[in-house]
T-cell receptor, first 112, second 116 residues
Framework: NAGVTQTPKFQVLKTGQSMTLQCAQD?????MYWYRQDPGMGLRLIYY???????DKGEVPNGYNVSRLNKREFSLRLESAAPSQTSVYFC???????????FGDGTRLSIL | AQKITQTQPGMFVQEKEAVTLDCTYD???????LFWYKQPSSGEMIFLIY??????QNATEGRYSLNFQKARKSANLVISASQLGDSAMYFC?????????????FGKGNQVVVIP
């Protein structure tokens, strides 16, 4: 009963390094999302994919790229990490039409 | 402009008491949905309850109910008979449009601490 699986759970990077956060869902959902959560803030949408083959920018897309590899997988890439990208990253998925989003457990990312 | 506003400071509530968490929203779309999520200290996001803008009745799910006042644009979460496990951050979120991409805008959250 996995739901949404994110890897890794924790990561420390140096400024300028790159990395990819992985997300996979086993609920056959069409839509997938990447959020970041900073202290004292709610979740802010980085990118989303309404369906396989499509991706769109959210509220805070700068410094990130995404790939919807197939229906199950949606990855988030930081090409050149910056300290301002230190955050907790959540992946989520949902069906269309107003169903709730199901979230992964998050990736805690620190950039030094 | 902020779409979801949650402004209450951290709340302490006695076990077995009820607690109400405020959420106001801003949209010009007649079709929207409102969600509440719980985030315990372990960090995961747990879906609690949903209210659609055209729903005639207030949503209820077990001990959770939603006091939906459409004219006031408020969607307050009521937790009845609080338990120690209810200690968490609670986030209100809104989806605009019915058949859209299901994007959510989140508020900044309400902190609840249940005391025995």
């Amino acid at each position: 009963n996995a739901g949404v699986t994110q890897t890794p759970k924790f990561q420390v990077l140096k400024t300028g390094q790159s990395m990819t956060l992985q997300c996979a869902q086993d609920m056959n959902h069409n839509s997938m999302y990447w959020y970041r959560q900073d202290p004292g803030m709610g979740l802010r949408l980085i990118y989303y994919s309404a369906s396989e083959g499509t991706t769109d920018k959210g509220e805070v897309p700068n410094g990130y790229n995404v790939s919807r590899l197939n229906k199950r997988e949606f990855s988030l890439r930081l090409e050149s990490a910056a300290p301002s990208q230190t955050s907790v990253y959540f992946c989520a998925s949902s069906d269309r039409g107003g169903q709730p989003q199901h979230f992964g457990d998050g990736t805690r990312l620190s950039i030094l | 402009a902020q779409k979801i506003t949650q402004t209450q400071p951290g709340m302490f509530v006695q076990e077995k008491e009820a607690v109400t968490l405020d959420c106001t929203y801003d949209t010009s779309d007649p079709s929207y949905g409102l969600f509440w999520y719980k985030q315990p200290s372990s960090g995961e996001m747990i879906f609690l309850i949903y209210q659609g803008s055209y729903d005639q009745q207030n949503a209820t799910e077990g001990r959770y109910s939603l006091n939906f006042q459409k004219a006031r644009k408020s969607a307050n979460l009521v937790i009845s008979a609080s338990q120690l496990g209810d200690s968490a951050m609670y986030f209100c979120a809104m989806r605009e449009g019915i058949y859209g991409n299901n994007r959510l805008a989140f508020g900044k959250g309400n902190q609840v601490v249940v005391i025995p």
